[in-house]
């Protein structure tokens, strides 16, 4: 199912037009919030975390995204879609506002959707984006990690893949007794700061196998060669085919460089995380924050002393 929405995305200088969204999984983690409605599609302040991540791609030069989805995932079609009768009654009120922000999201890109069928991992899900990337370069953002919108990382991948061709993976350095929650990169340095040479991938190793604190976080551009490794890529880990597998093998024999990212990220598949973000950007918000800063102030103060006082329930 494809939306062809306008937008108002300026054509790339990189080479790279399309970006890929994997949003298939099932969200156990925020069970029973999402029974039935998709993880992606939870609220972050007034946005629902998934259209952060498509605005990310958007600002850098990213006009076509395919959506990976799956059952019951039918309300991130519809949110990046027009919606004719919400936005007429909207303009009868003369609630400009509200007409803009439910505008914006079929305005992003041109969305495209596709359902991966069963839930066979990452890999799998990179690999159903197949015949619509074709043979061109792409990028594979992941719902659960939000970069902040005054971030650049996207936009220094995708130079340095201009620059050197390859993959682009983002690298975090982690606590090492971290690591093991995250797919974890073998580096060599290069002659450019902040670019590192990637020689290996392991996908959640434990503290003492790991090859360095170097955290691979969701976003990739990658060439399209990975499609024929992902093609033949085994499961691996969980039972899964992972994406982490088949760029190790592109490590071998191609170029994969990481960018290392230092900046603002917030996590929204780990529920206290999910709070945090909620609250960090809420704080930020010019139109809330000054209320919202001052209540959080006057709460925390109040919360410390109930528990100093024993007056919260056990």
């Not at 074709?134 to 130079?159: C, H, Q, S």
């Not at 975090?172 to 450019?192: F, K, N, T, W």
Request: glycine fraction near 8%; charge should be negative.
């Amino acid at each position: 199912m494809t939306s062809m929405t306008p937008h108002t995305t300026s054509h790339p200088t990189h080479g790279v037009r399309k970006a890929v969204v994997p949003a298939a999984g099932l969200g156990t983690r925020f069970l029973p919030a999402t029974k039935a409605t998709p993880k992606e599609m939870l609220p972050v302040v007034d946005k629902p975390a998934i259209q952060y991540v498509v605005e990310e791609a958007s600002a850098a030069g990213l006009d076509d995204v395919l959506m990976v989805t799956g059952r019951h995932k039918r309300a991130i079609e519809d949110h990046f879609d027009q919606a004719s009768e919400l936005e007429r009654a909207l303009e009868a009120k003369g609630d400009h506002a509200r007409l803009d922000a439910v505008r914006s999201a079929s305005q992003l890109a041109r969305i495209h959707h596709i359902r991966q069928g069963d839930p066979l991992g990452l890999g799998h899900a990179v690999l159903c984006a197949r015949s619509h990337v074709g043979n061109e370069p792409f990028a594979v953002l992941l719902g659960d990690d939000l970069i902040d919108e005054r971030e650049t990382l996207l936009k220094d991948m995708l130079d340095v893949r201009a620059r050197y061709g390859g993959s682009v993976i983002a690298l975090m350095e982690v606590d090492p007794a971290q690591i093991h929650l995250y797919g974890c990169a073998a580096v060599r340095p290069s002659d450019e700061t902040g670019v590192v040479h990637v020689t290996g991938l392991v996908e959640k190793p434990s503290r003492e196998v790991a090859p360095s604190n170097y955290a691979v976080i969701g976003r990739y551009v990658l060439d399209p060669s990975v499609f024929e490794v992902l093609a033949r890529t085994e499961p691996g880990r969980g039972g899964e085919i992972q994406l982490t597998d088949a760029i190790e093998e592109l490590a071998l024999t191609d170029e994969v460089r990481g960018v290392v990212f230092k900046g603002r990220r917030y996590d929204t598949g780990d529920k206290a995380e999910y709070l945090r973000t909620v609250v960090r950007l809420a704080c930020e918000r010019s139109d809330l924050g000054p209320e919202f800063r001052s209540w959080l102030t006057e709460f925390v103060a109040t919360f410390d002393l109930d528990l100093e006082g024993g007056r919260l329930a056990a």
